[in-house]
């Protein structure tokens, strides 16, 4: 009664690993196409748990789901999936010492000091991993976050991220991108160890976690050699680019998310996975290949308001619509809305600004109505001067515009897609 007791306060009674296994290779042999549909329901389920938990239940939410690959080789490799034994913590001025005189030991003093400089500007980034036996400090991590060039001039591996962002898909204005720094693990524990769990997880919690202000995410290691197999096979991209901090050459891994977010992500991961089991069929997992491998088209504020303007003058011409590339764009591709359908709610969401009936009729009788009355036939409906129905309609694009790209770039509500991000 002790142990059940026991584990029903550890998050619930579970069944031993053995039977598990057996359970699982059981029903994946007499049922392998429900086999892989309970799959998918449940890394949904836990996907959605990691996005929507509280901060405190964020990093359990992404060991039960990265769990759920244990299968795939690199999860088993290079996840020691034994917890307990370290938590993580915000770092505290009073741990600013420990974490330089740890950086020092493992990465050199060179490291030490760009430590020190992030944690001078940036010291909410910086979390610790302690022991739960005696809260000793065992490792931490930082995730920065950058805007603009002049934050990167210290630190040649920030220096580095940004070069290449500027060289790819440049940040657009709101936006950031984020690096993973200073995966710093004390030597006492071997590369695979509950602390480098904390490490990795903490990364994709903060991913999950983020708006869509973020656009790249950069992890920043030490050991390429042995990191390089387990992070492609995760999906970033190796940079060419190999900064050195001191005498320590740092290999980088790139993600742009608003090209593949994190539910593509997740959806395609899924699928590869099951496409390993043995008699499943390709459909069983219900999952769209489309939006699976779904790939965002990334545009500049200039190119995404010339595309508005060509939708709204397009948005009855599905031939011509299609060539659109808000159509690719997560706007709306990533939402699982149609590009009219989002561009049909934001105009209607207009009425609720300040002046905001104004636009909406002026912009709903020219451009979303049936047909495509000359401008001079509208305003003689809507019984305005033509000069004022004009100002009206220039409002209203712009405004709409407006709301358009802070879908765009913010996001909104959640739209129905089991995984939006």
């Known amino acids: 009664m002790n142990q059940i007791s026991s584990a029903i306060q550890k998050g619930g009674p579970y069944p031993h690993d053995l039977v598990r296994r057996a359970l699982e290779a059981d029903l994946r042999w007499r049922d392998p196409d429900g086999y892989a549909e309970l799959h998918g329901r449940v890394s949904r389920h836990l996907f959605d748990q990691v996005r929507l938990s509280s901060e ?17 080789q ?14 993580l913590t915000a770092c505290a001025p009073a741990d600013h010492p420990q974490l330089l005189e740890l950086a020092t030991f493992v990465e050199g003093p060179q490291s030490a000091t760009l430590a020190r400089h992030w944690l001078e500007r ?20 930082a995730w920065l976050r950058l805007s603009g060039h002049a934050e990167t001039a210290t630190d040649p591996v920030a220096e580095a991220a940004w070069r290449h962002t500027r060289a790819t898909t440049a940040l657009r204005n709101g936006e950031h991108l984020a690096i993973v720094r200073f ?7 071997p590369k695979m160890s509950p602390v480098e769990d904390l490490h990795q ?5 903060e991913v999950a976690r983020a708006d869509k202000s973020l656009t790249w995410t ?15 096979n995760l999906g970033p991209q190796p940079l060419t680019e190999r900064p050195h901090a001191g005498p320590t050459t740092c290999a980088m891994f790139a993600t742009d998310w608003r090209v593949k977010p994190l539910w593509a992500w997740a959806e395609q991961k899924n699928r590869l996975l099951l496409a390993l089991i043995s008699g499943a069929s390709s459909a ?7 939006a699976a491998g779904e790939v965002f088209a990334v545009l500049s504020r200039p190119e995404f308001d010339h595309a508005v303007r060509d939708a709204l003058r397009t948005l009855d011409q599905p031939g011509e619509l299609v060539r659109n590339p808000l159509c690719h764009s997560r706007l709306a591709a990533g939402c699982g809305l149609s590009l009219p359908e989002v561009v049909r709610r934001a105009a209607e969401d207009l009425r609720h600004l300040r002046g905001g009936e104004r636009f909406h009729r002026a912009l709903t009788a020219t451009c979303l109505g049936r047909g495509r009355p ?26 709409l515009c407006d709301a358009l790209w802070r879908q765009e770039m913010y996001g909104t509500d959640p739209t129905g897609h089991p995984w939006s991000h």
């Open 218 to 232: 950069y992890i920043v290691v030490r050991a390429a050699d042995f990191w390089t197999p387990y992070l492609t």
């Open 183 to 189: 995966s710093v693990t004390s030597p006492e524990y």
């Open 122 to 141: 940036q010291p909410q980034a910086f979390r610790v991993c302690r022991t739960t036996r005696d809260g000793r400090i065992v490792g931490f991590s």
């Open 374 to 399: 000359t401008q001079q036939a509208v305003a003689a409906r809507l019984g305005l001067p033509f000069s004022t129905y004009r100002r009206h309609l220039t409002q209203g694009i712009i405004q």
């Open 74 to 87: 690199h999860m088993a490799d290079y996840n020691s999936w034994q917890q307990g034994e370290v938590r």
């Open 284 to 290: 069983a997992p219900e999952v769209e290949e489309a």
């Open 201 to 205: 997880w903490r990364s994709l919690a």
């Open 56 to 72: 405190s239940g964020t990093l359990p939410a992404v060991g039960a789901f990265m769990y759920v690959y244990r299968d795939d």
